[in-house]
């Protein structure tokens, strides 16, 4: 069975930094790209990272470029998303999700960050 | 760039059918075979019902269609039921490895 569970989130001064991490069982990790979406609350879905399989591929969207770093571990089936100089409009739930997300069919439960002093 | 166009919201009674559009640009929707469509429950993560335009995931009931037409691609939901109630979101890919969202269309089943 697919699993994916984020682990990280919580509550982060304005300008702090996070790390979210993403645990992946049930497929072969190293052979999908690999993807953050962040939903505020009340809000829409917005597609935030994604990462090659080999890990030598990373894009992002503009808003956290250069502030965020996605990364992965495929020996630990692991995912991760750095996060620096945060602000309050990154405040959201995060979900990892397999795959690119136009053809996204597993993803995480999400693990939600807020950014207030 | 900015979020596809959805309707914020739409509604049918039990096995009507609704269509709900998502409207881009040629630089996403028009531009590409890559539109996808979302389903999510309040407090659930999404669950992906339509990709590349009109394909379905295995398991994905025939009731859910999916339809492209220039820059505006459509999801249709047939012969509605009570667990249809939830939002939607369409996603295209927007060219340079990047991806936009629809603004999300809350579905009612009256």
């Known amino acids: 069975e697919v699993q994916l569970v984020e682990s990280g989130g919580g509550l982060v001064q304005p300008g702090g930094s996070l790390r979210l991490s993403c645990a992946a069982s049930?497929?072969?990790?190293?052979?999908?790209?690999m993807s953050w979406v962040r939903q505020a609350p009340g809000k829409g879905l917005e597609w935030v990272a994604n990462i090659k399989q080999d890990g030598n591929e990373k894009y992002y969207v503009d808003s956290v470029r250069g502030r965020f770093t996605i990364s992965r571990d495929n020996a630990e089936n692991s995912l991760y998303l750095q996060m620096n100089s945060l602000r309050a409009d990154d405040t959201a739930v995060y979900y990892c999700t397999r795959g690119t997300v136009v053809g996204a069919t597993y993803w995480g439960q999400g693990t939600l960050v807020t950014v207030s002093s | 760039q900015s979020a596809l166009t959805q309707p914020p919201s739409a509604s049918g009674s039990p096995g009507q059918s609704v269509t709900i559009s998502c409207t881009g640009t040629?630089?996403?929707?028009?531009?590409?075979?890559?539109v996808s469509w979302y389903q999510q429950h309040p407090g659930k993560a999404p669950k992906l019902k339509i990709y590349?335009?009109?394909k379905r995931p295995s398991g994905v009931p025939d009731r859910f269609s999916g339809s492209k037409s220039g820059n505006t691609a459509s999801l249709t939901v047939s012969g509605l039921q009570a667990e249809d109630e939830a939002d939607y979101y369409c996603v295209s890919y927007a060219g340079s490895n990047n991806y936009v969202f629809g603004s999300g269309t809350k579905v009612t089943v009256l």
């Open positions: 049930g497929f072969t990790f190293s052979s999908f790209w």
């Open positions: 590349e335009v009109s």
């Open positions: 040629s630089s996403d929707v028009g531009g590409y075979n890559y």
